[in-house]
T-cell receptor, first 112, second 112 residues
């Protein structure tokens, strides 16, 4: 089945630093999504990407849909303590109906 | 509050038992999805219902079953529970497409 390899698994950074994480797959996806999960909560959608090469921003977050359609990255600029959480990438292909394939997550810790 | 309500929030039960997890989707959403999140793992798709009908199935164990009722709420039934079934179980809903996923806060199941 489809698998997403997300890296890094965890990151420890200082407040104000920029962060970059990525997701790769051996399969092509039609849509890439990035979610954030806070402790005790469900994942919340941050950014959705629909076209290869697309670059989309949401405040301090920027994500790109790779040209090969097999990868995506998420950047967070000028990190703040509330950025702490687990970030998941997810991919979607039309042939899978509405199901999403999720990466294993990147645990982000921001030290004040 | 995401609008997706899951109950109970926590559940502790013994091996061999059966439990039912409940999900009320966001108002107007016809699709309900169930995902399992085990420790240190991403979210694994279990099953999707659309307007009362099963639409897609993932790697859901035969001991697990689900249904969506006429009022669109859904229940996930887990039976003959094993220690390895301990996980967070998330319900998500969408109007019918993959892009509008909204997750609930999850039910943390602990099997002892």
């Amino acid at each position: 089945g489809q698998q997403l390899n997300q890296s890094p698994q965890s990151m420890f950074i200082q407040e104000g630093e920029d962060v970059s994480m990525n997701c790769t797959s051996s399969s092509i996806f039609n849509t890439w999504l990035w979610y954030k999960q806070d402790p005790g909560e469900g994942p919340v959608l941050l950014i959705a990407l629909y076209k290869a090469g697309e670059l989309t921003s949401n405040g301090r977050l920027t994500a790109q849909f790779g040209i090969t359609r097999k990868d995506s990255f998420l950047n967070i600029s000028a990190s703040i303590p509330s950025d702490v959480g687990i970030y998941f990438c997810a991919g979607h292909v039309e042939t899978s109906g509405s199901r999403l394939t999720f990466g294993e997550g990147t645990q982000l810790t921001v030290n004040p | 509050d995401s609008g997706v309500t899951q109950t109970p929030k926590h559940l502790i039960t013994a091996t061999g038992q059966r439990v039912t997890l409940r999900c009320s989707p966001r108002s107007g959403d016809l699709s309900v999805y169930w995902y399992q999140q085990s420790l240190d793992q991403g979210l694994q798709f279990l099953i999707q219902y659309y307007n009362g009908e099963e639409r897609a199935k993932g790697n859901i164990l035969e001991r697990f079953s689900a249904q969506q009722f006429p009022d669109l709420h859904s229940e996930l039934n887990l039976s003959s529970l094993e220690l390895g079934d301990s996980a967070l179980y998330f319900c998500a809903s969408s109007p019918g497409t993959a892009y509008g996923y909204t997750f609930g806060s999850g039910t943390r199941l602990t099997v002892v």
